[in-house]
Nanobody, 119 residues
Framework: VQLQASGGGLVQPGGSLRLSCAASGSIFSIPVMGWYRQAPGKQRRSVSSITSGGSTNYADSVKGRFTISRDNAKNTVYLQMNSLKPEDTAVYYC??????????????WGQGTLVTVSS
């Protein structure tokens, strides 16, 4: 199973970006997909997650600004980031809690995409 993330870049404060992450390989189902981020010199922290049924979770710091969604048919998760702030600058990592069979389940991670919010 591989996760391919895209969509990072440089944006001014107040701007928007949309991240995408597609999972491919031998996949039976993906109960949960989501995003973490790691700012320079800090620990990796959860940003948002979404279940296959559409239930979502957000870190307090991004509530009301970020929206997570997924396309189950495409095994893809998205993160729409609006009203970006300099403190959102980080490497964003997608992850997927994948079942490769009915009995086998583990987490997979994407390669990370850099988001820089600066004027």
């Amino acid at each position: 199973v591989q996760l391919q993330a895209s969509g990072g870049g440089l944006v001014q404060p107040g701007g928007s970006l949309r991240l995408s992450c597609a999972a491919s390989g031998s996949i039976f189902s993906i109960p949960v997909m989501g995003w973490y981020r790691q700012a320079p010199g800090k620990q990796r922290r959860s940003v948002s997650s979404i279940t296959s049924g559409g239930s979502t979770n957000y870190a307090d710091s991004v509530k009301g600004r970020f929206t997570i969604s997924r396309d189950n048919a495409k095994n893809t998760v998205y993160l729409q980031m609006n009203s970006l702030k300099p403190e959102d600058t980080a490497v964003y990592y997608c992850y997927a809690d994948v079942r490769t069979t009915v009995y086998s389940r583990r987490d997979y991670w994407g390669q990370g995409t850099l988001v820089t919010v600066s004027s």
